[in-house]
């Protein structure tokens, strides 16, 4: 019998054969991680009034996770859960105090050299890795050039960015972060010192006027050096590097996002050969807000939505290299956010600086899903199908086991691992998460529980505390600039509240035994599996403790003189090859 070949059976057969390929050889990675973004603030995810060609036609070319969840709700626990696949609880990357992230380069907590990264499993694979933008995962331990916490060592062998996070205090006329007026009783001291001195002086009280003297003294003394600290912040903790040397303190914010793409790409120009991970996170768009010239004035939302324009631009660019290079298809792309979107951003101006979560209720430092559900998009043309859309429920900290085990390692068998491998959901060889219970901390403190039984396409979520928004009639925490967890700014609920994120995604309506007549068995399996993990936690050092958040001067990276304020400019600007031309499709 004659065999005929035909056009389609060659197409299957190719199309086979690099299948087989991709799946025997290592693929690259790259990661992308949007600060501060909120899940309706892209296309892909809703969004009408934000460009975000980009970002969307990345999701068109892959698969899109609509419960995606990062595994902490502020930007340095989520990112230590990210990198780890573990639940920062774990690394000790948690606290009990406020604000439960590092704010000084001169802290000497961070990531501990003993967790073990992607990062470090894909080098040890042969991989050449980078991380560009954002670390926030400390910098020094013992003294300023010690670089104990950098991403040097964990993994990346290159590293361009900055060390701690883009605050208010980098960019002038946007006030500052340390809004000490809001947590310190400066009034209450200021009536306490005058009533005493009236009292004194109309004879009721009887005070030593050298006393009075001493205490107005000391008040204007603390609030000068206050004052005068906060003016030394953005020549202290804004500060640009390049691998382990300070490039650039204060950094200028105005074209960064141009830099970065620039460093991005020309990686992979000098990596193209792979394999490589390339860790790419944005700056933007946490405050201080900032855009480039090309970009400010193109939104209808001001210099935040000027800033998502501007980062869809650059995942445009980085997307047209892979083509370029011409590995689009052993590449695999990820694209999210560390958590939702800051709904208490308001400039020193009064301009509007925050995101939108669209559906989903608060925002960033809450572990309501406005906080924690973020953006999920990975492409891998071949290997993946595209158009695809996964609702189960995912985490950020999936990443880890997908890329250790992509990079031909297995998982580390010596630790708690809370990530699971992705590959199977994304491909569609199974319909359901493996996901079946997931822990949601505010610092310390377990906050919530997310059930998804076996048996049901029911996704529960337990409370045991909720933040006190403030005005009462918000979903924020507009008093104090972000939600905290301690007893002062939290209610606490027993029996815990409880949705079914099913019926109400927004987390209108707590059911109660009237409403849900399985109630008391929900709450019962979540606290036994809540129980489980509680014993699961072995106890580590806490990278934030007071001690390890406070500013050390000892620490304090400085590319010149105290007597210059440590100021230095060490590069030239260069864009290279980065054009903003395009950026307005």
């Not at 996704?459 to 505390?465: E, G, L, P």
Request: overall charge negative; some cysteine; charged content about 15%.
């Amino acid at each position: 019998m004659k065999s005929t070949w035909r056009p389609s059976s060659l197409l299957l057969l190719l199309q086979l054969s690099c299948a087989s390929l991709h799946g025997g050889s290592k693929p690259n990675f790259v990661l992308i991680m949007v600060d501060d973004l909120g899940i309706g603030d892209l296309g892909c995810y809703g969004n009408a009034t934000l460009r975000t060609p980009n970002i969307d036609q990345l999701a068109r070319e892959g698969v899109t996770l609509t419960h995606h969840i990062a595994a902490a709700s502020l930007c340095t626990p989520s990112r230590a859960a990210f990198l780890t696949g573990r639940y920062p609880i774990r690394s000790g990357v948690v606290g009990h105090h406020r604000p439960g992230v590092f704010l000084f380069n001169a802290a000497s907590g961070g990531l501990p050299s003993q967790e073990v990264t992607f990062a470090n499993i894909a080098k040890q694979q042969g991989y050449e890795t980078a991380l560009i933008g954002k670390w926030h995962l400390g910098l020094n331990c013992e003294s300023s050039d010690d670089h104990c916490h950098h991403p040097s060592i964990h993994g990346f062998n290159y590293f361009f960015g900055i060390p701690v996070t883009n605050l208010r205090d980098c960019q002038p006329g946007q006030g500052t972060v340390f809004q000490i007026h809001k947590y310190l009783p400066y009034r209450t001291l200021a009536i306490v010192l005058v009533s005493a001195a009236s009292l004194h002086y109309m004879g009721v009280l009887s005070m030593r006027r050298g006393l009075v003297v001493s205490l107005l003294c000391l008040s204007a003394l603390v609030t000068g050096l206050t004052a005068g600290f906060i003016m030394m912040m953005p020549y202290l903790n804004c500060v640009l590097m390049r691998d382990h040397r300070v490039v650039e303190q204060p950094f200028t914010s105005e074209n960064l996002t141009q830099r970065m793409t620039h460093e991005a790409v020309d990686f992979m120009e000098r990596n193209s050969g792979g394999p490589f991970l390339l860790f790419f996170s944005f700056i933007q768009v946490h405050t201080a807000m900032f855009a480039s010239a090309a970009f400010r004035g193109t939104s209808r939302h001001g210099i935040y939505g000027d800033a998502v324009h501007e980062v869809d631009w650059s995942v445009g660019q980085i997307m047209q290299t892979l083509d370029r290079l011409e590995l689009r298809e052993t590449t695999l792309v990820y694209l999210t956010s560390d958590q939702g979107a800051h709904v208490e951003e308001i400039s020193s101006t009064g301009e509007v600086n925050r995101g939108w979560n669209g559906i989903y209720k608060a925002g960033k430092s809450t572990n309501w899903e406005g906080g924690i559900r973020v953006p999920g998009i990975l492409r891998w043309p071949g290997s993946i199908p595209s158009g695809r859309q996964v609702d189960e429920p995912t985490s950020n900290m999936d990443l880890f086991p997908t890329v250790v085990r992509l990079s031909g390692e297995s998982v580390p068998e010596d630790r708690e691992i809370d990530g699971h491998d992705l590959m199977d959901l994304l491909r569609g060889r199974v319909e359901r998460s493996t996901h079946e219970f997931l822990f949601h901390y505010c610092n310390v403190y377990l906050n919530a529980v997310r059930w998804h039984p076996r048996n049901s396409s029911s996704v529960w979520k337990a409370f045991y505390f909720t933040p006190n928004f403030y005005p009462e009639n918000e979903t924020a925490c507009f008093h104090t600039h972000a939600c905290f967890c301690s007893s002062d700014y939290v209610t606490y609920h027993d029996p815990p509240l409880l949705f079914d994120l099913t019926r109400d995604p927004s987390e209108t309506t707590p059911l109660t035994p009237d409403t849900e007549p399985a109630f008391h068995a929900v709450l019962a399996a979540m606290e036994e599996a809540a129980d489980a993990h509680r014993r699961s936690v072995k106890p580590v050092e806490s990278q934030m403790s007071v001690w390890n958040l406070i500013w050390k001067p000892w620490l304090q990276p400085c590319c010149s003189t105290l007597s210059q304020l440590c100021q230095c400019q060490q590069e030239e600007e260069d864009v290279g090859g980065a054009t903003t031309e395009d950026h307005s499709s």
